[in-house]
């Protein structure tokens, strides 16, 4: 079933158009707008935000366990759970078109494809700036949906998988219409934070040791591990090393300002190195699907 699905996701990738994110990222954000006000103090937000998620989160999952104890075929389920949650080719994709219409000097069509990608405002971005994002993005993206899930969903399960998914969403539904340091996020970044931590840091390393090995534990050591969060700014750091490029950046949000971080010294990138961005995590991906099936091989033997 792990095999199937990753072959699925490979070769028929599932369209934003009836994709179960897009129904369920509408459902979060109003559920978000609904129980968030604006006026109450930090304590109302912890708490209504921790209930929101928690609530919802075992609303799906009783329904889905049921299911389960029902399925002739439980395995089938928890596979196309697997296949729902994996993203990798449409994130691509969308890459690798922003990166060719930036080479045709289409900006303004750029960012009208990067922003519904990202939470922050893209209308003043220019051509380095849309490639940036682009990368940030990109490398974030299937950090969290997978590689993450492929590592919970082979530690813990498909439940799991699930929660975590489900989570993500959440998170990213309600960052559409919220600052980055909002009261209200604050229990479910920090409990996302909590699940990604040795996931992003093993694929961190992964890319690290692959190209660059030297300037990615610089770049960690001294703008990954004091970045606004420790684990993208782990991940950013060696992909700025590996590519060879300047990541990070002050960025809009809400129409406010916020000075992130620069990592790296380098020059600003270019179009070109999108491609070799998603060849570096490419070839992360490569190494533990061996990993996977070798330690599988050797089970069985």
């Keep these: 079933m792990f095999l199937l699905a990753l072959l699925a996701e490979r ?3 599932l369209s934003s158009w ?11 954000r109003a559920l978000g707008k609904r129980v968030y006000r604006v006026k109450e103090p930090n304590s109302y937000h912890y708490l209504s935000s921790t209930l929101c998620f928690s609530l919802v989160i075992l609303v799906i999952i009783t329904i889905t366990v049921l299911l389960l104890e029902f399925a002739y075929y439980p395995e ?9 949650c994996l993203q990798w080719q449409t994130p691509q994709k969308k890459a690798l078109r922003i990166a060719r219409l930036i080479k045709q000097n ?3 069509t750029a960012r009208e494809l990067l922003k519904p990608l990202v939470a922050r405002e893209v209308d003043k971005l220019s051509s380095a700036g849309i ?3 682009t990368m940030e993005t990109f490398a974030l993206r299937v950090a969290r949906h997978y590689f993450t899930v492929i590592f919970i969903y082979l530690a813990f399960g498909a439940m799991a998988t699930l929660s975590y998914h489900l989570l993500s969403l959440m998170h990213q539904a309600w960052r559409s219409d919220l600052a980055p340091n909002n009261a209200f996020l604050r229990p479910i970044s920090w409990l996302l934070f909590i699940i990604e931590w040795l996931p992003m840091r093993m694929l961190t390393v992964t890319i690290a040791m692959s190209k660059a090995t030297k300037q ?4 960690i050591k001294h703008y990954g591990r004091h970045f606004y969060q420790s684990n993208s700014g782990w991940l950013l750091s060696a992909c700025s090393a590996s590519v060879a490029v300047q990541l990070g950046g002050p960025a809009m949000y809400q129409t406010q ?16 190195d999108i491609a070799v961005l998603i060849s570096r995590l490419n070839q992360a991906r490569g190494f533990w699907l061996l990993v ?3 330690i599988e091989i050797i089970k069985t033997i």
């Design 106 to 108: 289409q900006k303004a």
């Design 11 to 13: 070769f028929l990738p």
């Design 131 to 133: 490639c940036k994002a």
């Design 76 to 84: 089938l389920l928890a596979g196309l759970i697997l296949y729902i």
């Design 18 to 28: 009836y994709h179960p994110n897009t129904f369920l990222s509408v459902i979060f």
């Design 216 to 219: 990615s534990i610089h770049y």
């Design 292 to 294: 996977i099936f070798g």
């Design 257 to 272: 300002r916020f000075n992130k971080m620069r990592i790296g010294t380098d020059r600003l990138p270019k179009a070109e």
